[in-house]
């Protein structure tokens, strides 16, 4: 009973819990208002000087887009003017701008990161720049041959990974539909041994020790059947699987094909080049992963030929592009926003090109 007397006033516990409650709530209330008030202030402040630097740098571009102008007028005969200064602030292509993260890493052409079209016609400046210095110091598109010896290595030994040595006879009951005007008397041919024996006056001899070098022994189907095909100048279409080698299968008759009608290989050069970058052969990816995977085969396939592979595309600086196709190309693997920027800088022309080859066709027509 006594114990009971002596408890606690629960009414008395509950109104001090509560006036405790009370006063921490209005404490968090005063202080959620005062980091509102002071999180709105810092917005506000960051805002205006954001802006700040926005009308800085887009000053900046418009000033240097106007001497761009003025000097592509001097540079090359009138050839560099696609730079304007009408524009009012940079775009993808300017080197200066920041790159987003999402942006670089899906980029706007879709999935696995193609590249985007600015609407504004980027500066060309570099490039002629690049140009004049080469001439001055007689800097030529063809590697020495140390240069060529470091390849030998580089090219076939470091980066040919597992892809050598595939055992593709064992594809050699794969269904191949073949359809054209008279291509059933297009030869096939079985090995790549065979394929140089029958087209020996289209292949030159450094592309065939190339293909050596990746120790390519047997094609695959969709390389015996379109190899002999793009050789014999035929036009082609080729749908097959990913990893069946259809990179090997256009790049072959390309080099093939430019030992007849290509007159003046970069390679050739006994001066440096001049002029905006008209590649003989161009290849047009959606993607940027595609363009340097079709790039880094297209080195190979050229090495020791007088032929020069470039590649341009979106996610680089336009500067790093622009000093190496300043020397000329005469093979081009290009992303399609990159390219129609280069094109409307005056720096790259296609009208030119004997060969186009359009690789995951498919893709690009969804875009």
């Known amino acids: 009973m006594g114990w009971q007397d002596t408890t606690w ?18 404490w968090k209330d005063d202080k959620w208002q005062a980091d509102d008030t002071a999180w709105k202030e810092a917005a506000n402040q960051w805002r205006e000087t954001d802006a700040k630097a926005g009308e800085d740098q887009a000053d900046c571009w418009k000033e240097t887009a106007g001497e ?9 005969d009138g050839a560099g003017a696609a730079a304007t200064a009408e524009a009012t ?26 590249d985007a079209k600015s609407s ?4 060309s400046r570099d490039f002629w720049e690049f140009q004049s ?19 030998d290595s580089a090219l076939f030994t470091e980066r040919l990974g597992n892809k050598a040595g595939i055992a593709f006879e064992r594809y050699e009951a794969v269904p191949v539909d073949l359809s054209g005007s008279k291509s059933h008397l297009i030869p096939v041919c079985k090995t790549f041994e065979e394929l140089y024996a029958t087209f020996e006056d289209c292949i030159p001899t450094a592309l065939m020790d190339n293909v050596r070098r990746c120790c390519y022994k047997t094609p695959t189907p969709v390389q015996k059947y379109a190899i002999p095909v793009g050789l014999a100048g035929r036009d082609i279409m080729c749908c097959a699987q990913t990893g069946s080698g259809k990179t090997a299968a256009f790049l072959l008759p390309v080099i093939g094909r430019m030992m007849h009608h290509h007159e003046k290989p970069i390679g050739n050069l006994e001066v440096p080049f001049e002029g905006p970058c008209e590649p003989d052969s161009l290849v047009i990816t959606p993607t940027r992963e595609l363009c340097l995977q079709i790039h880094e085969e297209a080195l190979k396939f050229c090495h020791r030929t007088p032929y020069r592979s470039v590649r341009i595309y979106g996610g680089e600086k336009p500067k790093v592009q622009l000093e190496d196709i300043a020397k000329g190309a005469d093979v081009m693997v290009a992303t399609p926003g990159r390219l129609q920027d280069f094109i409307d800088r005056g720096v790259v022309k296609v009208d030119g090109v004997h060969i186009l080859v359009l690789d995951e066709a498919d893709r690009m027509l969804d875009m």
């Open 120 to 123: 504004t016609v980027g500066p």
């Open 89 to 114: 602030a940079p775009s993808a292509w300017d080197s200066s701008a920041p790159v987003d993260g999402a942006a670089a890493a899906w980029g706007s052409w879709g999935a696995s990161g193609g």
């Open 68 to 76: 761009d102008a003025a000097w592509q007028g001097n540079a090359w």
């Open 133 to 151: 210095w080469n001439k001055a110091n007689n800097v030529l598109g063809r590697k020495e041959e140390w240069e060529r010896e470091r390849d």
């Open 9 to 26: 006033d629960e009414s008395s516990w509950k109104d001090t819990e509560w006036k405790e409650g009370s006063d921490q709530q209005a």
